[in-house]
């Protein structure tokens, strides 16, 4: 299923009118504030976030799982899927894919296919927190990290396995995200876990291509888990630095102790030039995978001043990759999505309306009131019309969840796809 | 000091026009999505929250105190304080003093200042956390909750005659906090403890005139405790059942374990007709008492949409007692509390926005993400034209802090009370 | 499958001769300090923990479940496993079913069973978290708590279920632990939920046996969730006093936000009659349900302080139902309880040991020190020699583990069911 | 005041009989396990921690401070005290100065004193978090981060004078603790402090004599901060790192969010050869800097297990300091130091009961279950006779606290040095 320019324009109509009338009532003002606008659009509309295969279905609770009607089952309708969210968001330019769940059959078509969509390929995935079948080892107790050799070797080869995939898609980077760790105390030797995990990662370090890089996540806990083999982000960026130039850390919001200041995290990574990727969700107890944005926004927007700051200043990093890590139980994955996009869209716009000059003056003036007053000026407007604009322009829906829902893509995929698909993976 | 009101019109005029602009342009949209604007206008102005005494001084930390300049050091200059405060913003229209820290001397003279100022007195406050130049039993191991009955009693008379310094200033609540706890396991007797506690709050209650409420605090551990008495909200609300119907449970944001969901205490408190009082603060990692809003805003919000659902449908609970309470160590107190009275206008305004009738609907039909898109449409909406005419229909300053800032507040305060006055207290 | 006792009594041979050594010099010890060691045994060999029939097989994570060889498939083969442990440890006299996953087919040949390895069966426990095969509804938006009646009815019908084969079998009380709550913000009205919660509680509680009682969980969170019904001890405290003398709130250790002060919760609940049912787990981040002591063994320590203390001096609380509510990734299931068990016999063993009258005395005096010296005394001493002991006397194992493994237990079991037996249920 | 070694040896009299029944009970089994106790005794004894002059004292909280009777008021007072703990534990034998409380005016007599008492000079600690009288610049804003050169450079010097001070008292390494940080959101760039915190600890680096070492230590948060300028031990590794070899990151117990594996972080910095010193304390909330052992003593244990491995394995990393860094409010001083001495040695002999190599060969197999009881058949050993032994033979009391007591330590310091004598400092 494919979503016609034409429809989304037909369904613009209506707002046409409200939005102009908004979106010039804004630009008014923010010009006056001394405010590029176009400028603003502009960056909104380069602004693109890679949406994983896995995010397209619904997730998994340890007591079960409630699919969703019409999920995509084959890599192909995945990324129809992703055509969709990027028809209407204009936002949604980028597939992450997990391997194994989505292996190519036909390269060239997977390509042309995503190219029709207008999608590249970001960031692939390996999986090495879950046996596949035949597979000759376990990674029961650990992958990367495992005492065994034999293991870590087949840990390793997937990874290079990956990357090949990866490769002839177009994509740039390896994501490794690791489940080694330990369910009790005593259980894994601390040191030894590390020394097995630098050494594997800096395996497949060496088979990484030249223009690729490689991105290490790191996660304090998982359910039932007494450590992880990377907890933090000192551990990554350790890792990384032993790795090599082109290895980096990547920081998913949901993946932090209680109270973590994540902001401070990512300043500290992009100063040192090590700010690889990012992973948005959001989260009231844990990693809970939510929507981004639907519980901490102000956070988002602490976070989203600091990449604009390092994205201005730090030429030692490269643009990080953006991607959105969620997990859907209860909400059509596709309008989940929608609204995480939507989200970061806005934590981005308002962070882009901090005034940075007075900021730095105000900073050396020792004028905490005024500080806030800066950051609190910019998130209290309301930027909505900013987004539209930057969606209008580049063919997308003023309001993408509006339309997705009056263009009924959901009955449709009901339709062509039957009740009980199943997203391939989790 | 005192703040003209014709002052505060002559800088408001240079904002009028652009003010009349946004409130216009935002009125208009909000009348055409069926909001009652005149109506959110009149419950803005009357939404009014108390100053404590003790916030208009600069707080203490364990490695000492920076006091502020021009701090008032007499109950007199603390409402002359809260008057700049109410004449700026218009909604801190009542003082809530900390008893032996305000003892008034003549209470006709002080009862008409703050009659002058506009100012009713709020809830009064006990302490029985500090040990007072000559009392005769030390606080050291508990007030109410001490194992020794005589220090109990003078905890409970201490209570008393706060209560009648209040009955003599209009007063109708007495706020209970207590720093009792433990320091070490095996310590306390944690049902003793907890016996007394609910007997000393009994003898309390019992000296309550007809027409007064008595709240409990309650809070999870101090620095270096191992317990606290009323540990949460749960054993507040027990008290609370356990002194009668004029007992209340009092909410400090501030006084929560990590990621605890307090708009649902909220609800179940209104539920039950047990919320009497409401601290307002911010915290990053405890209880940090700084401004309002500054960290956790969409918190805030999700509060107020509690607090104005149970306001709307709650007949059972009181109208609650509103009151800041933050602590100031970098920033001038009173600019502060212009940050911290603006952030608890703009969270009930956004609050006030929400379509409770869609809401309700989308609820019944477990469209959970319409849910989230009522409450972020409100959220979303930049309120502050709301704010300023709500204001500038009292009198009030469009911009209070400007205000401030531009009638140099603080340093005529600087020079009718000098440089190093000490707020009494802490 | 079924362990002689004779088995038992030879493997127990070879480390006689050192128990009794060791037992007699610690013995003499206590003896001069003015414990009574008898009744210290007397009171070990009392204590029973019930063991819930899902936590026999390997327990789910969200990304698989690795099942563990000869889990048992039946309930015959669920209560032949509590059989083993129990005639190992002495201490595991008691199994709480799960329904659906144990209906049992032939009442009396299943209570023949259990009574055959000298087990009872404990509380009952419902199960609203799933959809079961053939529902008419669904309990994907909640189940006691939902809004629509038919579903609240079918949840609260199946608890009467629930109770009902409990009751056949012998069974004296129904617990009801809760998925219900929401993911977003906004899903929920809280107080509705509530209201609904609470109604449901109560019809349930009306079907309940003049003999039986009802335990309400609590649980802060699960995974991917914003709120919980029934989010801590309050508000399980609150519903139990709407429902009735026979309802009571239960303790699960797992269930609750990080630093929280349980033993005083504990406390609380005792005091005021309202502990009801005990579940024993422990985590190091959040519900991890790993095995008993097996992170913070002090804290478990401090927890039996005030459960001795409340059998002690309140009576008031009726005798509390102990349960093991564990989940098991990496370890033999039955060997991961024996050392749960043993974690619980310890804590306990030493919780007696605290000289109680001394403590009292040292609190009445202030002297944290010795108060602290008091818990720290009986916390130190090793009491393996006393569990041990107590376990001799019953005819039981003096090291279960050791025997379990020197028996090939887990290889005889795989022999008998096979290796991909799967526990029914999660 | 001074406690002669005889008064100490005629207190323990009557108790050498009973110990040394326990000792040579326990012995004989240890003997038989394959542990060679002589060398743990050995160890226990060598086993020094350093006392910080601050914890001499009572510590302040923010409503105010109870004084102990005694207090040192003095540096040679508080050498005195150190010289008390030591003589009845022999495991206190250096003391942790703290500038600007603790300048020696006769720095010859200072160390005969200190050598009289047996005790040499652990670390030094600089205080850059509190304005010193007639300093020209404040540190309200930050110290080594603070945007203005001058303030940093006063804070760099400040360092080099205590470098100074220490190295006239064979000191051989400085603490660098930082309250630099933010109140709020906005307040602080980040980068900015970082940089600015880098180049001042590298200034303070360049004065380090060739045989001294910088710790640099971390803490993720104060009461009413928003951020620190060093979080966490990542940010202070990549500081170390940036210093050069002789720099290194400092773990205090209480400075970590919750939750966190402290033990792991251990076993990564040691097998970085990071490590450099070690703070003890223990909490229950956040860093509540109570006695050692008092709410987590299984984490210690953990911890210490780390350290052991670390000490045996990590050539690459240098002993560490150790040092108490604890509060007390409630407790007297000595009497709260004696019972964390005894925390510390009873963590660490547990530690070296530890079967490495049955360990090992578990991990190797991945017997998750004997690890566990590896660790817990250590943990569950009852070590105070080893303790007492080491004591003994050193010539230290059997029981300190009882000595501590029983000699009337406290009544004679109250009438050399006055009841109302304060501590230098906080």
């Known amino acids: ?58 997730g998994g609770t340890r007591f079960g799982r ?91 080869q997937h990874n290079i396995d990956v990357i090949d995939i990866g490769n002839k898609l177009g994509s740039k980077s390896l994501t490794v995200w690791l489940a080694d760790g330990s369910n009790f105390p005593g259980q894994n030797n601390f040191q030894n876990a590390l020394q097995n995990t630098q050494d594997s990662l800096k395996d497949i370090y060496r088979a990484l291509p030249e223009d690729w890089k490689l991105f290490i996540e790191y996660k304090p806990y998982e359910p039932n888990f007494y450590s992880t083999v990377i907890q933090d982000w000192g551990t990554s960026f350790m890792l990384a630095n032993e790795c090599g130039d082109r ?8 993946h932090h102790l209680p109270n973590t200041n994540i902001e401070q995290i990512v300043a500290t990574l992009m100063m040192k030039g090590k700010l ?62 929608i609204q995480s996009l939507e989200a970061i869209q806005e934590s981005y716009a308002k962070a882009l309306l901090i005034d940075q000059d007075q900021l730095r003056l105000a900073q050396m003036e020792n004028d905490v009131v005024r500080c806030q007053e800066i950051l609190q000026n910019a998130y209290r407007t309301d930027v909505r019309p900013l987004l539209q604009e930057a969606r209008r322009k580049s063919g997308g829906a003023l309001s993408p969840l509006n339309t997705y829902r009056s263009l009924k893509v959901r009955e449709n995929l009901i339709q062509a796809r039957g009740k009980n698909s199943v997203a391939s993976g989790l």
Chains 1, 2, 3, 4 share one sequence.
Not at 247 to 254: E, F, I, R, S
Not at 276 to 305: C, E, M, Q, R
Not at 318 to 327: G, V
């Open 1 to 58: 299923m494919r979503i016609d320019k034409e429809r989304i324009q037909e369904k613009n109509q209506k707002d046409l009118k409200p939005h102009q009338e908004k979106f010039d009532f804004l630009s008014n003002y923010l010009l006056k504030d001394g405010h590029d606008v176009v400028e603003i659009i502009n960056k909104l509309s380069k602004f693109q976030v890679a949406i994983p295969s896995w995010a397209l279905g619904a």
């Open 66 to 156: 409630f699919s969703f009607q019409g999920e995509p089952s084959t890599l192909e309708q995945k990324i129809d899927d992703v055509g969709i969210l990027h028809a209407l968001t204009q936002t949604a330019g980028a597939i992450s894919l997990h391997i194994p769940w989505d292996v190519p059959k036909d390269y060239e078509a997977i390509k042309q296919l995503a190219t029709s969509h207008n999608i590249v390929f970001d960031a692939v995935n390996s999986n090495t927190f879950q046996d596949q079948k035949n597979a000759k080892e376990s990674y029961r107790f650990g992958s990367l990290s495992n005492r065994e050799k034999a293991i870590r070797e087949q840990a390793v």
């Open 247 to 254: 290895a980096y850390t990547l920081v998913d919001l949901g």
């Open 276 to 337: 690889g990727g990012f992973h948005f969700n959001d989260s009231k107890y844990g990693d809970d995978d939510i929507t981004v944005g639907s519980i901490k926004p102000y956070a988002l927007f602490l976070i989203f001043n600091e990449l604009v700051y390092g994205m201005n200043n730090n030429p030692q990093n490269p643009y990080p990759a953006w991607m959105i890590d969620a997990s859907h139980n209860i909400k059509d994955p596709l309008e989940d999505l």
